[in-house]
């Protein structure tokens, strides 16, 4: 599955705490994604990049950050966390061939 | 911003009916993809459609793309037991960089 891995795949956490997801890809390619998944709306994107430090919003990007500091890794930061980022969070990567996305396993972040 | 729309969001079926889902989006797209994604699983690419009225198939599995390019469907037929799952449409934007997911439709077959 394109060598990527996420962590950590569960989190529990509280109202107001900083969290950082990770996401790791072996293969060197230069789009990564963060989306979330929520009941009846599918995925949604939150933030990309398409290079290190190279950075754009999604289209629920407000209350989290990303940073790329090497090709390799993606970072999701959730400032300080809410309720409502209660969520399954999928990291992907553009292929190359037909610009398919792969994705990651997941990371299942409860925010109490 | 881009919409994309998927109908309907669940469907259940005996094994050996067919199964459709459709995707309408609100603006025309450069291409379309599609993901299957597993209980408990990660979305998986199945296949991209770029050319207006395109039909590809894979095995039972026929997907095709509007000639205006804002909707897609696909079609299952003789559904089996392994196609349960969640399928997901994609619409992507002209520069291939960014991707407007459908709230997906969830499938049960029944044996």
């Known amino acids: 599955d394109a060598g990527i891995t996420q962590s950590p795949r569960h989190k529990v956490t509280e109202t107001g705490t900083p969290v950082t997801l990770r996401c790791h890809q072996t293969e060197n390619h230069r789009y990564m994604y963060w989306y979330r998944q929520d009941p009846g709306h599918g995925l949604r994107l939150i933030h990309y990049s398409y290079g290190v430090k190279d950075t754009d919003k999604g289209e629920v990007s407000d209350g989290y950050s990303v940073s790329r500091s090497k090709t390799e890794d993606f970072l999701l930061t959730l400032e300080s966390a809410t309720s409502s980022q209660t969520s399954v969070y999928f990291c992907?990567?553009?292929?190359?061939?037909?610009?398919?996305?792969?994705f990651g396993p997941g990371t299942r972040l409860t925010v109490t | 911003g881009q919409q994309v729309m998927q109908i309907p969001q669940y469907q259940h079926v005996q094994e050996g009916e067919d199964f459709t889902t459709y995707c309408n989006s609100s603006t025309t797209l450069s291409n379309i993809q599609w993901y299957k994604q597993r209980p408990g699983g990660h979305p998986v690419f199945l296949i991209q459609?770029?050319?207006?009225?395109e039909v590809k198939k894979q095995k039972r599995l026929t997907f095709q793309f509007g000639e205006a390019k804002k909707n897609s469907s696909l079609h299952i037929t003789a559904t089996q037991t392994t196609d349960v799952g969640t399928y997901f449409c994609?619409?992507?934007?002209?520069?291939?960089?960014?991707?407007?997911f459908g709230s997906g439709t969830k499938l049960n077959v029944k044996p």
């Open positions: 992907a990567i553009k292929g190359t061939s037909d610009s398919e996305q792969y």
């Open positions: 459609l770029v050319k207006s009225g």
């Open positions: 994609a619409g992507v934007e002209d520069n291939f960089n960014k991707f407007y």
